[in-house]
């Protein structure tokens, strides 16, 4: 299975920069075909900035559309909210869903993490589903009992390999500088490995993510790590070179 690459741009930049980026990453890409033998790339980019990429992406099959988010109803007076048909409509393939700060800013359930990836799936979305601890969830211990719970409650019935792809981002991690140890996330990925295969036939294909400061400097002893099929990246994901920096340390 190739690693999927994902960046997570998160609420950054303007037009003009997402252009570029988008522009940087495929122009790097094309300057190391290689990297396409081993990876996938895929860049979530504001939802305003969607088209502004898509129109960047077009004719290029090397990088893959997505957002960030989408709501849980089909349509109607939901008033700032983007669905899934219209991400359909403006070839975003991918939807994040469940990110942390999603769960903490716009307090977002479980139950409506699940009902967004039922309507993004029968858009015909992929979902990358996120899930992680707290800080202190961990230190109590509770890490496992959290992921588990956040797994069960946020992946619907729909869910397959093929159109799921879970991110395992312990909060504590995400733009902090701080990295879970290399045995702290072997032990998560298998634990996460274990749960799909309670319920999924074909669990051994859906990609496990891990997220939370993957840099360069850091890739390589976490992506080699056993259940890690990519990372989804925020901070370094603005930046051309520190993107494909880690694409780089996939061998
Ligand atoms: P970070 O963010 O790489 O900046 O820690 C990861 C994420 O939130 O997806």
Redesign the pocket.
Known sequence: MKKLIAG?W?MNGLRIDAQELAADIVNGIYKDEALLERCNFLVCPPSIHIGVVRHTLQNVDSVILGAQDCSAHENGAYTGDISAQMLSDSSCAYVILG???RRQYHEESNELVAQKAILAHESGRVTII?VGESEQEREEGREKDVVGAQLAGSMPGSCTAKNTVI?Y?PVW????GKTACVEDVRVMHAFIREKLKERLEDYKNMRILY????KPANAKELLTVENVDGG??????LSAEQFLGIAKEVH
Do not use: D, V
């Not at 991690?173 to 902090?176: E, F, K, L, R, S």
């Not at 997220?211 to 993957?214: H, L």
């Open positions: 997570n998160k990110h942390s700060e996120c991110a981002e991690a995400i733009g902090t997220g939370g400061s993957m989804l990246i925020g901070g370094a994901s």
